[in-house]
């Protein structure tokens, strides 16, 4: 027989199960206690766990170890180190002590800092995260830290997506002292982050200078057959789709990640992979080992992973979903309404928690995720507006207008489904439908943030929705805490929060033009369509004092953070506008060209021979090629100038605002002529693969 799944899985993790088998009682218990209740590491234990870690990691096969960690580039970053120190006979010895378990020293000079460091300060320092656990990737054992400069500050997501957890914990324990609960010890923010993606061809993709240099397409003509026909969404899984996904999931496996669920998605070429919950640092690097091992995966296939957030134009883009929700350590979902919500007031008040602060502090959820890339996708009839707003259903909606009204809540009956076909079971329906065009939308027992694009690290999302819950709780708790008559204080908080707020609430179709002109004139909600409207405001002062004031961040961190993400943004759309205009004068100009000389040459031939022929078709379409080359050239070189005016700009945000506003048309304008000759030139003459060819190549 074969190995099943329970046989392998987390075969390649440091684990609690592996911690307990090669850990003295008295060390596995201490280490727990740092774990669980982030109590100090003192060096003994440390230096028995590195033993430990050094003795299981190299019966596997490994020879090095590597402080993986997330620096502010957006992936992950390792240097390797071998386990080998000279023996005085000339031979080696196999060592690994606790210090270097704790603390490594990676060179920082060359990650992004935004200013938090100087160029010549070149040393940074990792430290060992306990509450995730190491694993062997290759011949490597990989160790979970943070990364901070010399001087202190982060330098990384992980360090204030931690902060952020353990602030939501802190207040989150004070609501639920108010409600006599004095057995949990932690309140833990769990994450389920589903993850879109593309596969196609190697071959094609080499052939693509557009994909290789800036992962996604740049030009190229809406093919015949697209995602109208809805055959794609759960389709059939083609076979070496397939063969990918299984061999996906064994690699998943091994790490520890619950890949769970998987499916063809709505665009050709395009599909999912959804995990089971974790705790958000631990699901953080579960979806950044995904990603990576998605596209090692692919390339064994002979299969390209496409994560950019619209690789291509005109069918569906690739988000992220990300599924959070918070629980008390024994279990507890504070987010489960249970059978009479009305009559929970636990859960109202988290609830009213979520909704005050995604109301508060929208601007944080938007720039959270802001990406060139997701800036594509975002408003596009495939998802979510960047208009924040929150789907309850119309259970809850009942309940919180009831109690805002102060009239009797009547409830809502379960609704039997019938089929028509008596073989075929009879279930309740749910009391809350899915809401797809809703950035934030309640699905039961947690919140959907459908707004992150496929590349984005989760780890920012998180940090904003961590941290804005948290302040809401901590406005709760300041005032519950005082309060003469805890039950009044309560409800009247729940009805004022409700009132306040409830702007943030609609449960229409977020896709309608209509809904976009009530969000922003009636309702007053922010509209920031792209990265350079948003990220500014990062740094607005009611950001600054909820973020600081948790702890969550420094005044540095943030402004550090608001010019990376921009120097990311403007660096990106520079790479792209500096294809294009490689891709025009060595690609496409003289493949029309060539086509259209050929053309005239065969025109010219026919007449010889055929004086009196009108050659109709050669004729029109060599002045419509003619006059579309004559309009490349025109866009590329307005496009050309509008890339030399960026080194005009004064500081970053002056160029992202440059890039959004001329650089951005300039390249939609050159895109329009070329799309139309690609549709005009015979495809031997096309210097690329097209739509058609990508989107369909994956058998």
């Not at 609690?16 to 008295?26: G, I, K, T, W």
């Not at 940074?124 to 190491?134: E, F, K, R």
């Not at 520079?574 to 040459?601: C, Q, S």
């Amino acid at each position: 027989m074969g190995r099943t799944i329970t046989d392998y899985f987390g075969s390649q993790v440091f684990d609690d199960r592996v911690m307990r088998a090669n850990l003295s009682a008295e060390v596995y218990a201490s280490l727990r206690k740092t774990i669980d209740e982030g109590s100090e590491l003192d060096l003994r234990v440390a230096n028995a766990v590195a033993d430990a870690m050094k003795r299981w990691a190299v019966e596997k096969g490994a020879t090095h170890f590597t402080h993986w960690f997330q620096p502010l580039t957006g992936i992950t970053a390792e240097k390797h180190d071998s386990f080998i120190s000279p023996a005085p006979d000339g031979s080696v010895i196999m060592e690994f002590s606790g210090k270097e378990l704790i603390k490594g020293e990676p060179d920082a000079s060359s990650f992004p800092s935004g200013g938090l460091r100087a160029t010549f300060e070149a040393r940074g320092y990792t430290a060992w995260d306990p509450t995730s656990y190491a694993f062997i990737k290759g011949k490597t054992l990989c160790i979970p830290t943070a990364f901070c400069s010399y001087g202190g500050p982060a330098l990384d997501k992980k360090t204030p997506l931690l902060r952020s957890m353990e602030v939501l914990s802190k207040q989150a324990l004070r609501i639920l002292r108010l409600f006599g609960n004095d057995s949990a010890r932690r309140v833990v923010s769990s994450v389920g982050p589903e993850q879109e993606y593309f596969l196609i061809s190697k071959e094609m993709y080499d052939q693509r200078p557009d994909l290789r240099f800036t992962g996604r397409t740049l030009f190229g003509a809406k093919p015949p057959k697209g995602q109208e026909l809805d055959d794609h969404y759960f389709g059939v899984i083609k076979p070496g789709v397939a063969a990918f996904m299984e061999d996906l999931n064994d690699e998943l496996w091994k790490l520890g990640i619950l890949a769970k669920t998987e499916h063809n998605e709505v665009a050709p070429a395009q599909h999912e992979l959804a995990p089971i919950y974790s705790t958000t640092n631990v699901a953080t690097d579960h979806n950044q080992l995904t990603m990576e091992i998605m596209q090692k995966v692919a390339a064994k296939h002979g299969l390209v992973c496409l994560l950019h957030e619209k690789p291509f134009a005109g069918v569906n883009g690739s988000g992220k979903h990300n599924n959070w929700s918070i629980a008390t350590d024994s279990g507890q979902n504070l987010l489960s309404p249970g059978d009479t919500p009305y009559e929970n007031a636990q859960f109202l008040l988290f609830l009213c928690a979520v909704i005050k602060a995604v109301d508060d502090y929208q601007d944080l959820l938007r720039i959270s995720v802001a990406t060139a890339g997701n800036d594509h996708r975002l408003g596009a009839n495939e998802a979510p507006p960047a208009v924040i707003s929150m789907f309850l259903g119309d259970e809850l909606n009942a309940v919180l207008e009831a109690i805002e009204t102060d009239t009797p809540y009547r409830g809502t009956e379960k609704t039997l489904m019938k089929l028509g076909v008596d073989v075929l079971p009879a279930f309740s329906r749910d009391t809350t439908d899915r809401n797809r065009t809703s950035p934030f939308a309640f699905t039961g027992n947690k919140f959907e943030f459908r707004m992150l694009g496929s590349s984005n690290s989760i780890a920012c999302a998180n940090i904003m929705l961590n941290s804005a819950v948290a302040e809401s709780l901590r406005i709760y708790a300041d005032r519950l805490e005082k309060a003469n008559d805890f039950e009044t204080a309560l409800h009247e908080m729940i009805k004022k929060t409700i009132k306040d707020h409830k702007r943030i609430i609609f449960n229409g179709n977020g896709y309608d033009d209509a809904w976009i002109e009530e969000a922003t004139k009636k309702r007053g909600l922010l509209n920031y369509k792209t990265t350079a409207d948003c990220m500014p405001h990062l740094l607005d002062e009611k950001n600054v004092q909820m973020l600081t004031g948790l702890g969550v961040f420094t005044v540095e961190e943030l402004r550090s953070r608001r010019d990376i993400m921009l120097e990311n943004y403007c660096k990106s759309v520079r790479i792209e506008a500096n294809t294009m205009v490689n891709m025009v004068h060595k690609r496409v100009a003289p493949a029309i060209t060539r086509f259209t000389a050929d053309l005239a040459k065969q025109m010219a031939e026919k007449r010889a021979i055929f004086p009196d022929l009108a050659c109709a078709y050669e004729s029109e379409l060599i002045v419509r090629l003619s006059a579309l080359t004559d309009s490349i050239l025109v866009k590329c070189n307005e496009l050309s100038k509008a890339i030399e005016g960026l080194e005009g700009a004064e500081d970053i945000v002056s160029e992202a605002y440059l890039i959004r506003d001329t650089v951005l048309p300039a390249m939609a304008g050159l895109r329009v002529p070329c799309d139309d000759a690609e549709i005009l030139v015979g495809k031997t003459y096309w210097p690329f693969p097209t739509y058609g060819d990508i989107l369909f190549s994956v058998r």
